[in-house]
């Protein structure tokens, strides 16, 4: 018996015995005479899209699924079960001899508001236009089809054939065709499959981008732009999608991008002492005011042998006759720089227009405010950088017309926040050292710049890093396998460590076999690399330079490899340290409270100074281990300090800090200099000792420590 039957049963017993009483209880009176209402059918889907009723169908790419959701005005859950409604589901259409054929699916009750839905079977026509509609059942009444007025029938196709598999051309970068185009320039990309009803192409660039791209029309073409970032064959990748969601074939395009093309213009500004004009690689030569001089320093580990110096004057500028690039499409400008200040604004390079400038690259020092390094194009200014005086930069500003976004980039990261533009076209003189304002030139460069570049294409990422790269320099590399008169050799005969008192080379000749020689009373410890290791009794032992072995207030990295036993590990230890002359400039320890590696780095040459400190969560690996490779790598020109072990570095191993300051304190290998003199003293041993001057790359620390020097490019 149904919900409703059994309501009004109840209802009916309930008025007898309100009679039988002499009374009328109103609600319940009330309740005898209301009227069962129809349910109600709602949201209505065609394979989960929405009901197509108008002039174009839904389009659907396998036999679909109906569904819609059932509703009742009245509540007649209170009887104490919810009630159920059922769906009838009806499709109909026209065979191609005009014959309509119709069928129907009723689905099985449920609750009222859930959705009911029904599977269409396979054998529905394709290409066909199809028609459908639904109603709901209580028990006792139907609801209106959803196709009776004000609704309307919903109408889908069924297209059971793929798109045909697209076609891709490109002007720029033809099929096949090998060296066309180049790194860092767009090429445009069409794809277009004979099928009619495309609305939409999937993409995907091996190893690169990927994405999707909609037709103007239906059926039609579409181009997508793209730039190569390297050299070498590319894949691109196509798929057509039809209105009924069914996808193609995959068509593969491959391509053949060109090597990067070299500047339009450039000035290496290595020309002899007394030149009056700076020679071109590319473009113009440039001339020289008098406030310039060649033959200036260059910036250690960059491709350069000298720059020119612009002593901040009237007359301290290069200029030419053209612009050095065109500046109203994607081009780009960067330089090395090396202020002799940073206290006022000054342009490193800049392009006249008839009343300005139309980009400029300088350095900003606003009254107020931290000095910044900027790029400006048009009416946009992107700041960013910390210049120092006397501190080397490379910098690079870029705008591409692609994305409307220009950018500025500092020694290889990108500073600021990129930022939409407006290019200006200008055909007036290029302009080094100076920019020309309301009222003549001013900002003059005071300082060093070096290889001026401009391109008309965009640089990419890996070339913006390799711009900026300054290779590291070895300074020195010590093995530890010999030892004559109290110190240990360089490995290309620079100078040699002294050791201290309770400091001595152990070699693999220095091991004795208890099954050998009755007086070895235990099994030998192997060296840790190579033919022997330095090996410190932790009282006095060490070893030293009289001198420092890095410039601290510059990039440097240190390396070396270090084996303490866990039972000896009972107090701070230090294993490298180069001091000042009140406190050390860095100092790399090992400290047991912590379970870490330490490095510390006061921020300044003062006994009790703030210090920068970063650990690695390192355990030692015991008497009989292979060692700890540790690496220090402070970036100068990023004012971060990292610590690696084991050529991996952690979250807490990084950090920023403040400019580094020059040590002319000894180098020392074991001990630091304390309150009370040399103290912390190493009791373990170390191996492979290397310096560089430079910050190693993430990717090259892993190579220290071993025997031979890795390979830097």
Known sequence: MSGRVRKRRALLGSCLAALVAGTVVPSTAYAAEQVNLPPAVQDLQTEFKDCASGDEPAYVGSPPVLQARLTDPVEDDRIGYPEQLTAEFEIWWSDPDGTEQRRTWTTSPYPVGLVHRTSLPSDIPSDTVISWHVRANDGLAYSPWSSEAPGAACRFVHDDESPAAPVVSSPEYPEETWWSGGVGIYGSFTMDSPSTDVVEYRYTFLGGPSGTVRPAEMGGPATIRYVPLSRGPKTLSVHAMDRAGRIGGRTDYTFYPNAASTPVSRWKLDDEAGSATAAAEAGEAARAGRGVTFGGPAPSGAPLSSTATLDGSRHAFLTTDSPAVDSGGTFAVGAWVRPARDDRSMTVLSQDTASGAAYALALEAPREASASYSFTLGDTKISGGAPEAGEWAYLLGLYDTETGYAQLFVNGHEVGTKTEAVPVR?????????????????????????????YDRLVVPSEVTDLAHRKPKLLGHWSFSTADDGTTPENGGGASLKLGTGASVYRMSDMCIPDVDPDCTAWPQYPLVGDGHLKLDGESGHASLDSPLVDTGDSFTVGIVVRIAQEDATRPMTVLSQAGEHTDAFKLRYDPARYAWELIMPERDEAGAPETVVTQLTMPDGASGQGTRLAVVYDDAT???????????????????????????????????????????????VDELQAYAGAFEKDDVIGLGWETDPCLC
Do not use: C, K, M, N
Not at 426 to 439: N, T, Y
């Open 426 to 454: 200008a055909d007036g003189a290029f302009q080094i050292g100076r920019i020309l304002g309301p009222h003549g030139y001013r900002q003059r460069w005071h300082g060093e710049i070096g290889d001026v570049r401009a």
């Open 639 to 685: 004012d971060t300090v990292t610590l690696y072990a084991d050529g991996y570095t952690e979250a807490g191993a990084s950090a920023h800090v403040r400019d580094g300051w020059t040590s002319d304190g000894p180098f020392q290998v074991g001990r630091a200099r304390t309150a009370d003199g040399w103290d912390e003293h190493l009791e373990g041993q």
